[in-house]
């Protein structure tokens, strides 16, 4: 299935020189994603996996135990995007109250990918919404403390950031500007509960280590995307 651009860019003003900021097509796609062809094969192996999956866990003596190294090893692996030196050892020892074999800021922020999953995943067991708000709660609970607690935890960015460069001018991408961010986000999971197609055309870019995520708070319910659902 072929399909057209995913976006537009935007020429922005950024530190006194024209940025252009991408700004994703909204969602849902159009053409809407048709699982055929090509795709019908791939989304059946996945669901055989998945079922195998689950078939393999009903053999474990305890599913939480195999879970709990599951997530930590998934923290491990994500917080090395940010660069951190930890490894699954030192993050068990860590939470064993022993000394790790790296700095202590590196686990600490491993720890944090843990804990900030865990709220999330509690958060929607208990009925809670994908939002906008529950976003920025585990957001604030991934800088509660380490590198990036004085960045404004549970806040969108304020700021512009981008990918690759030193500068918004000369980098490989450059994400949405701060001002869209908010509401863009709110009609995503809007998106993702309802068949209607939005009229938003951007939504969140990824965040960036040279210039951190964290700007505006949502100034109404709508854009808060507390009943987003």
């Not at 097509?25 to 019908?40: I, R, S, T």
């Not at 699954?88 to 000394?99: N, P, T, Y």
């Not at 708000?133 to 960015?157: A, M, Q, W, Y």
């Amino acid at each position: 299935m072929k399909r057209g651009e995913t976006g537009s860019y935007e020429v922005t003003t950024v530190g006194g020189e024209q940025v252009r900021t991408f700004l994703p097509m909204p969602l849902p796609p159009v053409p809407p994603l048709a699982l055929d062809g090509v795709l019908q094969p791939l989304l059946e192996a996945a669901v055989l996996a998945v079922g195998r999956l689950d078939g393999v866990s009903t053999l474990l003596p305890d599913k939480s135990l195999f879970l709990y190294a599951y997530v930590r090893k998934e923290a491990v692996l994500s917080s090395q995007i940010e660069g951190t030196q930890s490894s699954l050892s030192d993050l068990l020892l860590f939470e064993l109250d022993e000394a790790p074999g790296v700095p202590l800021d590196d686990v600490v922020e491993v720890s944090n990918y843990v804990a900030a999953l865990d709220h999330g995943l509690t958060r929607l067991r208990e009925g809670f919404p994908l939002s906008n708000r529950l976003i920025r709660e585990i957001h604030g609970v991934l800088l509660s403390r380490g590198r990036g607690s004085g960045k404004d935890p549970g806040e969108f960015r304020r700021s512009q950031n981008w990918i690759g460069g030193s500068r918004p001018g000369n980098a490989g991408f450059v994400p949405p500007p701060q001002t869209v961010v908010p509401e863009c986000t709110a009609r995503r999971w809007s998106a993702s509960c309802t068949p209607r197609a939005m009229t938003c055309r951007c939504c969140c870019g990824p965040g960036s280590r040279t210039c951190s995520s964290k700007p505006s708070t949502p100034s109404s319910t709508a854009t808060d995307g507390s009943a987003a659902c």
